[in-house]
């Protein structure tokens, strides 16, 4: 199993410029998320999906749009790059909630994005 | 809303000995879960420990160990016989575990550990 995958793991941009990330997971997680990291700050989510088809808005959602057409995937797009928007960018699954069990989140290796 | 404070951006441990990092939460809830993470330069996120609110005992993973003090919101981590490779950043993280809950972390800042040989 290759876990959790993300591409690319490095990009440049220019202001104004778009670029989709993508996230792929072999697990069969029900849920995906996308955060983003930031000196100082922490990890803070961006959009989240529980499932095929349904995505929603995390912490910090204002500039990116998110996409689950497939379970396997998870696409977080920047219409229009700005320069706050230069963060390393994580993507991570998990299985759904379960009282009986606590499911952690597994992560992929990062993205690192800088918008000029 | 639930908030994860970590008040210590830096520490540092000599080689063998011990360390623990701090973290505080805040929240409503009675039931959730509490995470320390590891990212090393390699930029991977790898969980180290995890503490269920309902059990009293406190976790314990080989050299890594918590102090869980629910009535304080606190959430401790501590790092025996440290070694060159426990050097990263370290996050604390909490998760709600009512019902219709996500699996949603909310995180602390982190505190940069460096170990000294």
């Known amino acids: 199993n290759a876990g959790v995958t993300q591409t690319p793991k490095f990009r440049v941009l220019k202001t104004g410029q778009s670029m989709t990330l993508l996230c792929a997971q072999d697990?069969?997680?029900?849920?995906m998320y996308w955060y983003r990291q930031d000196p100082g700050m922490g990890l803070r989510l961006i959009h989240y999906?529980?499932?095929?088809?349904?995505?929603a808005k995390g912490e910090v959602p204002d500039g990116y749009n998110v996409s689950r057409l497939k379970k396997q995937n998870f696409l977080l797009g920047l219409e229009s790059a700005a320069p706050s928007q230069t963060s390393v960018y994580f993507c991570?699954?998990?299985?759904?909630?379960?009282?009986?069990?606590?499911?952690?989140?597994?992560f992929g290796p990062g993205t690192r994005l800088t918008v000029t | 809303a639930q908030t994860v404070t970590q008040s210590q951006p830096e520490m540092s441990v000599q080689e063998a000995e011990t360390v623990t990092l701090s973290c505080t939460y805040d929240?409503?809830?009675?039931?959730?879960?509490l995470f320390w993470y590891k990212q090393p330069p390699s930029r991977q996120m790898i969980l180290v420990i995890r503490?269920?609110?309902?059990?009293?005992q406190n976790a314990t993973e080989n050299r890594f160990s918590v102090n869980f003090q629910k009535a304080a919101k606190s959430f401790s981590l501590k790092i025996s016989d440290s070694q060159l490779g426990d050097a990263a950043m370290y996050f604390c993280?909490?998760?709600?575990?009512?019902?219709?809950?996500?699996?949603?972390?909310?995180f602390g800042t982190g505190t940069l550990l460096a170990v000294q040989p």
């Open positions: 991570a699954s998990s299985p759904p909630q379960n009282s009986y069990r606590l499911y952690e989140q597994y």
């Open positions: 697990m069969n997680h029900e849920y």
């Open positions: 999906s529980v499932g095929e088809g349904t995505t």
């Open positions: 929240t409503s809830e009675s039931d959730y879960y």
């Open positions: 503490q269920e609110a309902y059990k009293q």
């Open positions: 993280a909490y998760r709600s575990a009512r019902g219709g809950a996500t699996n949603k972390l909310i």
